[in-house]
Each structure stands twice: as C-alpha cells, then as structure tokens.
C-alpha cells in the first residue's frame, strides 16, 4: 500500500494493475488502451469477459475520445454530477477495445471524485478501466486493506486513499437509447437524473440479461448467508431460513432496531452478535461492505440485515443486499 501517485502511473503505463480508490469503491485499474492489461484484470478477477468494464477519466473533455457522438444529454448530466459517482452509457468510438466494451457498441465511461484517483488520471492522460478491486460474485472493496486481503500479490501496487466516501458503485444510465435509462441504482437517484435532464428517467428493472450483463441476480455477496428484512415486525420471518448452526450477525441502522430483533428472535438470543449500527442510508452506504466482511472474518453462519427505506442512496443499498441474498 502506498500512496505514491509517480509509482501508480508508472505500474500502469508499464501494463500493470493498480487497486486504486474512488469515492464509490476501490478499483482495479488498467490502462483502458492495453489489450493485455485489460485482459490480466479479467482474469485476476475471475470475471466473465462478456461483462463490459468502466473507463474512468480524467475530466469530460476525454469523452469525445471514447464515444462514437456525445449525446446532448451528457453537458447537463456532466455539468453538475462530474466528477462522481454517475457512469454513462454511450455509443463507443471506433478505437475502444472489444475487451472493454464486452464486444458491444457501446462504453460506459466515469469520471471519478477522488483526489488520487483524478491525479492518477491527469498524469496519465488518459483512461483506465477499472472494475471493483475483489474477485468475482464478492464483496465489494471500500478500503485499500480490503483490496490488499482480496487480492494480495495478484495486484502490482494498492493506492491508499482512505474508506471510500460513498461505499456502493456508481449510478449507471444508459444515454444511448431513445431514452435515458438507470441501468444500475447508485448515489445518484433517477429523479436527480430527470430533474437535471428536464425529461422522465426509467430505471430499468430486468436482471443480468444484455441491457447490463454485470447486473446479475447473485453479487456482492459474502460466504455468510444474508437474510434482509424489511421492517423489525418481521424478524420473526427469518426464524426459519437461519442456519441450524453458527453465529449470526445483525446488522440495523440503530440499537434500537438490533434490540427488536432481538425480542422478536429470543430463542436464538446466545447466537446473535451485533455489529456496530450504521445510522442512515448514507451511513447504510458507506459501511455496508465493511460490515459484511467482518461477518465473514467472524466466522458468522448468517446475517441478518434490516434494510434501510428504499429512499436517496437506500435504493443502491437494498438493491446489493437483495444480490448479497441471492447468493444461496
Ligand atoms: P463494475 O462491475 O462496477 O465494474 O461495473 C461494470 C458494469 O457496468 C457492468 O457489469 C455493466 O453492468 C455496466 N456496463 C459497463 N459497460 C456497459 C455497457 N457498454 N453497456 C451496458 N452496461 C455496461
Ligand atoms: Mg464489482
């Protein structure tokens, strides 16, 4: 771990990968222009290569680089919400790789709002891709130590600039169609969205087909088994689907709901641990991943998570723990 800009840059334009920090989540970095590091991170990954990665850059005038036109739609979207945390799907220019597009024809691309990240990217002047730092179908990293624990050596060189702020991935919209579309909830809500462009956004609802091949039903998931309730008045409904052994984890957004849980679950009273409460869905976010991990450094057979309302960035949350769930 370091947090020497000169030597990042230097492990990229060598071809090399770079666990590298962004207010979302940390990334695994390539030169977006070098076949062969581009295909390292597929494979250190273990990622499918039919799912298309995230060119990151350095500010919106690198957009006419990548995309074949620049949707009007971009200047307002650009204006308020670059850099952060919005990926935009547009038409790919003639020179985007095949294996950052996924073989389609178009790329999505990202300007991210962290200091490092956007040094990074300035010195190289150019784009990187850069897919969540952690193996395939896992938890997502939000600090450079998770980045280290994930991938260790098969990372040339982790950037360490502290927990992530956000904590979830990037909104996604889809500029390419007829009209805009969010493909993947994230800080940034549809109606943010719609309010900027002065026209309705939809946020599309399938799953893991061809509109967005990473959304996949199962993600983001830990080896414990993750049981969401919605509302404590349903505690008791997970008493069922708990694990006949093991410790199980409760994560809430307040003591007051761990203690629900607790009087709603008192025959396993001696398994439950509580984790740390999480405040609000801003906190929901930016924890979220964190906590799911020491579950699984606990050695918890299941967590229990009280999901926070479905409202701002508490979208994004529900949306990676019913993924996270999804994985038994
Ligand atoms: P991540 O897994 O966070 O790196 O985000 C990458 C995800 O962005 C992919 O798995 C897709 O869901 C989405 N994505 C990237 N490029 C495209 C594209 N050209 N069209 C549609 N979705 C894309
Ligand atoms: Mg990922």
């Known amino acids: 771990m370091t947090r020497d800009v000169d030597a990042a840059v230097a492990v990229l334009r060598a071809g090399g990968l770079v666990g590298l920090p962004t207010e979302t989540v940390y990334g695994l970095a390539a030169h977006a222009r070098n076949p062969k590091a581009v295909r390292r991170v597929f494979t250190v990954k273990g990622r499918p290569p039919t799912h298309p990665l995230i060119v990151h850059l350095p500010d919106v005038s690198h957009v006419a680089r990548w995309a074949a036109t620049v949707p009007d739609t971009l200047g307002p979207l650009a204006a ?3 850099p952060g945390p919005l990926t935009v799907v547009v038409r790919a220019g003639p020179d985007v790789m095949a294996e950052i597009t996924g073989g389609r024809d178009t790329v999505a691309l990202r300007v991210p709002a962290h200091p490092l990240a956007l040094e990074v990217l300035g010195r190289l002047d150019d784009g990187v891709a850069a897919p969540s730092a952690n193996r395939f179908g896992g938890v997502s990293p939000t600090t ?6 994930d991938l260790g050596d098969d990372v040339d060189l982790v950037l360490d600039g502290g927990p992530c702020a956000v904590g979830v991935e990037s909104t996604i919209v889809d500029l390419g169609g007829a009209r805009p579309e969010v493909l993947r909830t994230g800080a940034v809500s549809a109606s943010q969205l719609s309010s900027l462009l002065g026209a309705e956004v939809v946020t599309w609802s399938g799953d893991g ?22 509302e404590i008045g349903a505690a008791g409904v997970v008493t069922r689907r708990i694990p006949e052994v093991g410790a199980v984890a409760v994560l809430a957004s307040t003591t007051g709901q761990l203690d629900a849980v607790r009087a709603a679950l008192a025959g396993f009273d001696d398994r439950l641990v509580d984790l740390e409460p999480v405040g609000d869905a801003d906190g929901f976010a930016h924890e979220l991943y964190d906590r799911l991990r020491q579950v699984d450094r606990l050695g918890c057979a299941a967590v229990i998570v009280v999901a926070p309302p479905p409202e701002g960035i508490g979208v994004a949350v529900r949306d990676r723990l019913t993924r996270a769930a999804a994985g038994e």
Do not use: C, F
């Open 80 to 82: 308020a919400l670059w």
């Open 144 to 149: 450079a130590a998770h980045v280290v624990a």
């Open 209 to 230: 087909d061809a509109r967005a091949p990473g959304m996949l039903a199962s993600h983001y998931a830990p080896h414990a088994a993750v049981l969401v309730i919605d």
